[in-house]
């Protein structure tokens, strides 16, 4: 009699234990509401449930699944630049994330090389920075031998690829570029035999072309590779400075306004076209100059600025910024279309402008405010790096 006792007490309790409803779920959050991917990189969504304990059933979905989409578990995936909403739905209750899939952006520093706010390793002083499609960081600094001659290195995510050595202490890395799985690198070098300057161009670790003239200095400050030709951008002097654009190695264009300086700072190259960036300084006038020519023909010109970035080319249309010390504006194919906006919280500080680079529809500009080195999009402050990154003037930005 005890023992049926028991098990109808045993029986009681599971029919308790079983009829126990869970609680309802009265409400719940993401543990993102805004998010920022690059591209092929994953975010794992967390719900938290309220009351505590509580659990349903969740519908996941994106606005954009071309831009990244989002599986049944909660993990999203970037695909594209661009920008999205994640919707989670339970029950008739919706939550979303603000989601934007932006381009890698590295920078230089003093100490490291930053991948947006993000340090990946530390380097020298003065280092340049590239980056290929498929997110190999490349990076070149020079450093002094205990005979005084200066070492070119160049480096692929951190290890040594290439050593370049001069044998000469004034020497200087002039351009650093990157063309598909080419690697080029100009190095200027005062000869002290001569007293004149020559230039050195390396593809992939070997010297490609030597620029040296017995009756001229010859200096390369820019580099644009199209299929096997390399176009070099920069000067001849003698007595005064010529900007001259070389083909390979054969003089293909000089542009010569009558200044003191006149030199080719940036080379783009799109299908037949070649675009050159001239900076020229009249000393007698204090007046510095930019134009923007095609080919032979010039298709811009400013006195407004002291300052310019890089030319960047894309289906037929040019992008540049040009600045003073107390503002910077973007121009399109010529026209003004907008001015660097000033960080907010920033006090009166000189502007610095440095590259810029385009990926997708978004120009990105590297320069600084103040000590303060920053990234704009679009005009609008993206970055602001740390005050101890002071050498700002490298940009690398790809997908």
């Known amino acids: 009699m005890k023992k049926h006792l028991i098990l109808l007490l045993l029986w009681c309790l599971s029919c308790i234990s079983c009829t126990r409803e869970e609680p309802v779920v009265t409400g719940f959050s993401l543990n993102y509401t805004n998010l920022e991917l690059n591209i092929d990189s994953s975010a794992k969504f967390i719900v938290a449930?309220?009351?505590?304990?509580?659990?349903?059933?969740?519908?996941?979905?994106?606005?954009?699944?071309?831009?990244?989409?989002?599986?049944?578990?909660?993990?999203?995936?970037?695909?594209?630049?661009?920008?999205?909403?994640?919707?989670?739905?339970?029950?008739?209750?919706?939550?979303?994330?603000?989601?934007?899939?932006?381009?890698?952006?590295?920078?230089?520093?003093?100490?490291?090389?930053?991948?947006?706010?993000?340090?990946?390793?530390?380097v020298g002083v003065r280092t340049r920075v590239r980056a290929d499609m498929s997110n190999n960081l490349y990076t070149a600094?020079?450093?002094?031998?205990?005979?005084?001659?200066?070492?070119?290195?160049?480096?692929?995510?951190?290890?040594?690829?290439?050593?370049?050595?001069?044998?000469?202490?004034?020497?200087?890395?002039?351009?650093?570029?990157?063309?598909?799985?080419?690697?080029?690198?100009?190095?200027?070098?005062?000869?002290?035999?001569?007293?004149?300057?020559?230039?050195?161009?390396?593809?992939?670790?070997?010297?490609?072309?030597?620029?040296?003239?017995?009756?001229?200095?010859?200096?390369?400050?820019?580099?644009?590779?199209?299929?096997?030709?390399?176009?070099?951008?920069?000067?001849?002097?003698?007595?005064?400075?010529?900007?001259?654009?070389?083909?390979?190695?054969?003089?293909?264009?000089?542009?010569?306004?009558?200044?003191?300086?006149?030199?080719?700072?940036?080379?783009?190259?799109?299908?037949?076209?070649?675009?050159?960036?001239?900076?020229s300084n009249n000393f007698s006038m204090s007046k510095d100059i930019v134009c923007v020519y095609r080919n032979r023909e010039k298709i811009f010109q400013t006195e407004d600025y002291t300052q310019c970035t890089n030319l960047v080319v894309k289906d037929g249309h040019y992008y540049l910024v040009l600045g003073t010390t107390d503002r910077a504006d973007i121009y399109a194919d010529g026209r003004?279309?907008?001015?660097?906006?000033?960080?907010?919280?920033s006090n009166d500080f000189e502007m610095s402008i440095s590259e810029a680079a385009l990926c997708g529809s978004d120009l990105y500009v590297l320069g600084a405010y103040g000590k303060n080195p920053v990234i704009w999009q679009n005009g609008e402050p993206m970055y602001i790096l740390s005050r101890d990154c002071?050498?700002?003037?490298?940009l690398s930005v790809v997908p």
């Open 49 to 122: 449930f309220t009351p505590q304990g509580a659990y349903d059933r969740v519908e996941w979905g994106s606005s954009d699944p071309l831009v990244a989409d989002i599986d049944e578990f909660g993990t999203l995936k970037a695909h594209n630049l661009g920008r999205t909403v994640v919707r989670a739905t339970v029950q008739d209750m919706v939550r979303e994330c603000r989601v934007e899939v932006v381009p890698h952006i590295y920078t230089s520093g003093d100490r490291a090389i930053l991948d947006g706010t993000k340090e990946l390793f530390g």
């Open 141 to 279: 600094n020079g450093v002094k031998n205990e005979a005084g001659g200066i070492s070119y290195r160049l480096y692929k995510n951190g290890r040594l690829l290439h050593n370049l050595y001069t044998g000469d202490p004034n020497s200087w890395m002039t351009a650093f570029e990157i063309s598909g799985q080419d690697l080029y690198a100009a190095i200027e070098s005062y000869m002290t035999n001569t007293a004149k300057y020559e230039s050195r161009v390396y593809k992939n670790g070997k010297l490609n072309h030597l620029f040296e003239e017995s009756y001229s200095s010859v200096g390369i400050r820019a580099l644009a590779a199209n299929g096997n030709d390399l176009y070099c951008g920069g000067y001849l002097y003698n007595g005064r400075y010529a900007a001259t654009l070389w083909k390979n190695s054969v003089p293909l264009y000089t542009f010569d306004d009558g200044s003191n300086m006149v030199w080719v700072k940036s080379v783009a190259v799109e299908g037949n076209d070649v675009y050159s960036l001239v900076y």
């Open 336 to 345: 003004k279309t907008k001015s660097l906006a000033i960080p907010s919280g």
């Open 390 to 394: 002071t050498n700002h003037e490298y």
